[in-house]
């Protein structure tokens, strides 16, 4: 087997692994498409392949004691079950139409390319979502109201600070003594009643979720120490995120 394209494969198999894993995936998924990509597209005998939360790590055996091993750095996380989809569907047709190093990565460059979500409609979506907690869990129609705006402005709050660092944690604590300032400043402003059910509104635009359950599904499926980090990650995230609508609280 030829070690160039072996090693083209794995180079391709990889970038689909490292984008799986940065729209959300969980590890199993990430380990099980490299490896089916190696063994069933390319024809690899055995491909051994190691991932955690920040790296992915595979090795394709080839013949007698020839090896080809990379890897990738995962250096942010950002939920994104459109490409997770678009990209099973690239595992799935490399296993079954074989197709060739070049064609996989002209398909990866549209997938990567593609905006992870629509830049208009995303600020509604995060107005109406705050609005919707904000009364879920008591507040008023003001409180809807002042949620809703907060929402819509952090969403671009987010989206510049996105633009100077991928540093979820740091985005988090901005993000979020941003969100507490602004609940706090529309009750003494007038336009909400409740600084409480309006903070909370706009928390659960940040609350790792699913993040947090795929921790959980790693675990029972035996990826102990990457369900591990992520859980780790997601509750320190999650402190992050209250730790700085209090502080935003007690400076006002």
């Known amino acids: 087997m030829d070690s160039s394209l072996v090693q083209a494969y794995l180079y391709c198999a990889l970038d689909i692994g490292k984008l799986l894993q940065e729209s959300g995936a969980e590890i199993s998924r990430v380990e099980d498409t490299v490896s089916r990509i190696m063994k069933e597209g390319a024809g690899v005998p055995r491909v ?26 995962i250096r942010s996380v950002r ?15 490399i296993v079954s139409l074989h197709l060739e190093p070049k064609e996989i990565y002209r398909r990866i460059k549209i997938i990567r390319a593609e905006p992870a979500v629509n830049a208009r409609l995303l600020p509604l979506g995060y107005a109406v979502i705050s609005g ?4 879920f869990f008591g507040g008023d ?33 901005i993000w979020s003594v941003a969100g507490g300032f602004l ?44 369900g591990l980090v992520r859980m780790l ?13 209090t502080l935003a609280g007690r400076l006002i």
Do not use: W
């Not at 599904?217 to 990826?223: C, E, P, S, T, Y």
């Open 48 to 73: 051994e392949v190691f991932s955690i939360t920040s790296n992915i790590t595979a090795t394709a055996y080839i013949s007698g004691f020839e090896t080809v091993t990379q890897m990738r750095r």
């Open 79 to 93: 939920t994104n079950m459109k490409r997770i989809e678009e990209l099973n569907q690239l595992s799935r047709d």
């Open 132 to 135: 919707a907690f904000a009364c």
């Open 141 to 173: 129609l003001s409180d809807f109201a002042a949620s809703a705006l907060i929402g819509f402005l952090l969403c671009f709050l987010e989206r510049g600070i996105g633009r100077l660092t991928d540093n979820l944690l740091m985005t988090a604590l």
């Open 183 to 226: 609940a706090h400043l529309s009750v003494l402003a007038g336009l909400g009643h409740h600084a409480d059910m309006i903070s909370i509104g706009n928390i659960m635009l940040f609350i790792p979720g699913i993040a947090f359950t795929n921790s959980i599904r790693d675990m029972f499926i035996g990826d102990t120490l990457s």
């Open 233 to 245: 990650e997601s509750i320190l995230l999650a402190v992050i995120i209250a730790m700085g609508f």
